[in-house]
């Protein structure tokens, strides 16, 4: 199974925020030896969200999508994952119990009764409205669930999570250490590589063409880099995958940067 990452918010692609859950994604996946396949960003457009789920929904990946689970005008997300598989919205029996929960957190803290009835509390229900056959996500920070959404290909699954981050990464780590403790570390991963200095990629084609053909465990990564005040022009050159094959795939570029007479020098 491949993993991706669904990012949404407009206000991420006008720039009023920097996203950051890519790079914790990483970091949470990189810790547990698993890795991240794809990613794509989308705006507030429930047709392209739509579309968007309906592609990811038919795969067998294991999707985290964050942003508009709320139940604001902007937040399409719960609406656009019911349109893609065709199914209504229902309020999750959990969910309620969860979100009446939080209400009831509130009204303690501010020192009043809960009014359960009121047209503000009724809304936040709204929030617990997920696709029918959806199963809920804890969210530790306030308990206003996220939701889960088996594929339709059978395998692999989409979880919905909030767009704040102190959410939505908790989140995603429950799901990781809940769902696929199974799969961390299973494949070994190694990575070495080295910066060539003054070198054009055409003229190193050649040499990460032979590497590859001759270590298939392997693959080799190319990334220029045109200098700045503290490094000139140099190429980020290496290799990674399986271990055993990484460690003499690394050897024999060096040896052809150096048949190659190329400046280098190996990355820590």
């Given at each position: 199974m491949a993993i991706g990452l669904i990012i949404i918010g407009d206000e991420i692609l006008s720039g009023r925020r920097i996203d950051k859950h890519f790079p914790k994604v990483l970091e949470l996946l990189t810790q547990r030896g698993l890795q991240l396949s794809w990613a794509e960003y989308l705006g507030d457009d429930p047709q392209r969200i739509t579309a968007t789920?309906?592609?990811?929904?038919?795969?067998?990946?294991?999707?985290?999508?964050?942003?508009?689970?709320?139940?604001?005008?902007?937040?399409?997300?719960r609406q656009c994952a019911a349109a893609a598989l065709g199914v209504p919205?229902?309020?999750?029996?959990?969910?309620?119990?969860?979100?009446q929960e939080?209400?009831?957190?509130?009204?303690?803290?501010?020192?009043?009764?809960?009014?359960?009835?009121?047209?503000?509390?009724?809304?936040?229900?709204?929030?617990g409205e997920f696709p029918e056959g959806a199963d809920i996500i804890p969210n530790p920070y306030n308990k206003i669930p996220g939701f889960s959404l088996r594929?339709?290909?059978?395998?692999?699954?989409?979880?919905?999570?909030?767009?704040?981050?102190?959410?939505?990464?908790?989140?995603?780590?429950?799901?990781?250490?809940?769902?696929?403790?199974?799969?961390f570390h299973r494949q070994a991963w190694a990575e070495?590589?080295?910066?060539?200095?003054?070198?054009?990629?055409?003229?190193?084609t050649p040499l990460m063409e032979a590497i590859e053909a001759e270590f298939t465990q392997v693959k080799v990564f190319s990334l220029p880099h045109v200098g700045d005040q503290q490094t000139r022009r140099?190429?980020?050159?290496?290799?990674?995958?399986?271990?055993?094959?990484?460690?003499?795939?690394f050897e024999k570029l060096q040896q052809g940067l150096r048949q190659l007479k190329a400046e280098y020098q190996v990355s820590a």
């Open positions: 789920l309906k592609r990811t929904l038919a795969s067998d990946d294991i999707v985290f999508c964050t942003g508009g689970i709320g139940a604001t005008p902007d937040d399409h997300t919205l229902l309020l999750h029996p959990d969910a309620r119990r969860r979100i939080r209400i009831g957190d509130m009204a303690g803290e501010a020192g009043v009764t809960p009014d359960f009835d009121s047209p503000e509390n009724l809304h936040r229900l709204k929030m594929n339709t290909s059978g395998q692999g699954a989409h979880y919905f999570a909030p767009g704040f981050p102190v959410m939505a990464w908790p989140m995603f780590e429950w799901v990781l250490e809940t769902h696929y403790a199974d799969l070495r590589s080295m910066l060539v200095f003054e070198s054009a990629e055409s003229t190193l140099h190429i980020d050159l290496g290799v990674k995958g399986d271990p055993q094959q990484v460690a003499p795939a």
